[in-house]
């Protein structure tokens, strides 16, 4: 059992701090949103993530997971703190360090005995030795800094979590490198690595798998595109590739370009990494550039098969940027509903959790429905921006009763071409023919 410490109850933190707390770790997590405090006391989760609540609220009736707005107070009897603090985007693309030093400035002056701080945010190279003389500058007691960098996928982040592919450790000292292998022992039972290096490479490693993950997702769109043009099916170069064990099956899903909280932002910050040293990535700058393209792609195809869109409505299923989620950050669909509307069109959009976040956040002129099928009553075609499990099985007739003409965007490619031919659907998706 460690006394952990979280600062920072985001999804990372909190993922991070209750999981830590289910392995029979003593647990308190801090932020400075009282509210927030407040609400998670009571035992409520304030994200949306599958199987999170029941591990919260069984650690929290148990003992092992208490929260604070008082971070000497969090930090007292800890001897390892997760550093889980937000990262945004700077307007040059840079990550911004100001939570994070800032925290360890306030570290620095509360500790009285030697503590293990761990970078859990996703953060640049080199930000373990700004974080480690944001601390010394005021410490009076020795100390270690470690990255320790996440690879949870929203929507499984409990199960990636618990049973990870591999952690990734990155400190030089034999100290924090032993504590910190003996916290992360129960979760590689089935033999996956904890793999321990310098922090700079364990930095690297995250913005690494990011970038590379979503220049797959690229690269399989451009193929898509390609498809298109020629008249071949994505679906089956798809199937071909991936079963050479070298290239792998997953991540191969061609659509309307990557989004979420992640993968934008660790590309975009891994460029501007590059440029720090005068190191221009020129195939991960082209995967933004393609990814800009592909987030607009679907509506493309609805503007060249309408012509004029201008009072045109259609129904639009599917806000999050990915299933099981209500997180928009950078969601495809939002990109969709900006070019729709300002080439006139109308739009009626459903989605399972994020219609909230999205009304919050943005204020689109456009309506909300609380059902799939009202989303397309009266509706010129039925677009398609998230792979929802309700999406993927629906009951057509009623989509063809519902819509003026049987019409199909879809972004994800949920529907084969021939079930849809059959039923008599007028179909376009990504990198199959029309
Ligand atoms: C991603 C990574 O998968 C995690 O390993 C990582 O820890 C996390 O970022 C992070 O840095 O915190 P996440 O953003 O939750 O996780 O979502 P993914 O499931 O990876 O999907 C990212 C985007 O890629 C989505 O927009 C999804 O629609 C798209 N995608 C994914 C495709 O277009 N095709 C695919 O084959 C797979």
């Known amino acids: 059992m460690k006394k952990i410490a979280v600062i920072g109850t985001g999804y990372v933190g909190l993922v991070t701090g209750t999981c830590f707390a289910e392995t029979g770790n003593d647990v308190i997590c801090v932020d400075i949103d009282k509210e927030k405090v407040d609400l998670m006391k009571n035992g409520k989760v304030p994200i949306y993530e599958p199987h999170l609540d029941v591990l919260f609220e069984r650690n929290i009736k148990e003992g092992r997971l208490r929260f604070t707005t008082d971070i000497a107070e969090g930090i007292k009897d800890a001897e390892i703190i997760f550093l889980a603090l937000p990262t945004p985007p700077g307007e040059d693309g840079s990550a911004d360090l100001s939570y994070v030093l800032g925290v360890g400035a306030d ?10 701080i761990v970078d859990k945010s996703t953060v640049p190279v080199g930000t373990s030795e700004k974080v480690e003389a944001a601390i010394k500058a005021h410490a009076t007691v020795e100390f270690d800094v470690v990255s320790n960098p996440e690879f949870l996928r929203e929507g499984f982040a409990v199960d990636d979590f618990l049973k990870p592919d591999r952690v990734v ?10 504590i910190m292998g003996e916290l992360y022992k129960p979760f590689v039972r089935q033999g996956n690595p904890i793999l321990f290096m310098d922090e700079k490479s364990a930095e690297l490693t995250k913005y690494a798998a ?11 769109n451009e193929i898509a595109n390609f498809c298109e043009i020629v008249g071949a099916n994505v679906d089956d170069v798809r199937i071909g ?4 064990d070298r290239i792998g099956n997953r991540f191969l899903f061609p659509g309307i370009g990557f989004g979420g909280s992640c993968f934008p932002k660790d590309v975009q910050a891994l460029v501007k990494s590059g440029k720090e040293y005068n190191y221009d990535f020129d195939i991960i700058n082209a995967v933004l550039r393609v990814n800009d393209q592909q987030r607009l792609r679907l509506i493309d195809k609805v503007l060249n098969h309408f012509g004029d869109v201008k009072g045109k409505t259609f129904g639009l299923w599917g806000l999050a940027f990915k299933p099981d989620t209500d997180d928009i950050r950078e969601a495809p669909a939002l990109y ?14 459903y989605d399972p959790e994020a219609m909230a976040n999205v009304k919050k956040q943005y204020d689109f002129d456009i309506e909300y429905v609380d059902n799939q099928y009202t989303a397309i009553e009266g ?12 999406f993927r099985n629906p009951d057509f007739e009623l989509i063809k009763k519902n819509l003026k003409k049987p019409k199909v965007f879809d972004g994800r490619n949920l529907f084969g071409l021939e079930e849809m031919e059959e039923r008599g659907f007028y179909y376009e998706s990504i990198g199959r023919r029309t």
């Open 241 to 244: 590739i991936g079963s050479d």
């Open 210 to 220: 990011n970038s590379f993950l979503a220049t797959k997702i690229t690269f399989m």
């Open 169 to 178: 450790i990155g400190t030089n000292s034999a100290r924090a490198r032993k």
């Open 336 to 349: 969709m509903i900006e070019k729709l509307l300002a080439a006139g069109a109308k739009i009626k959009a």
């Open 107 to 116: 570290l620095g002056k509360l500790m009285t005995e030697y503590k293990v």
């Open 379 to 390: 509706a010129d075609a039925l677009l398609i921006a998230t792979e929802w499990g309700a």
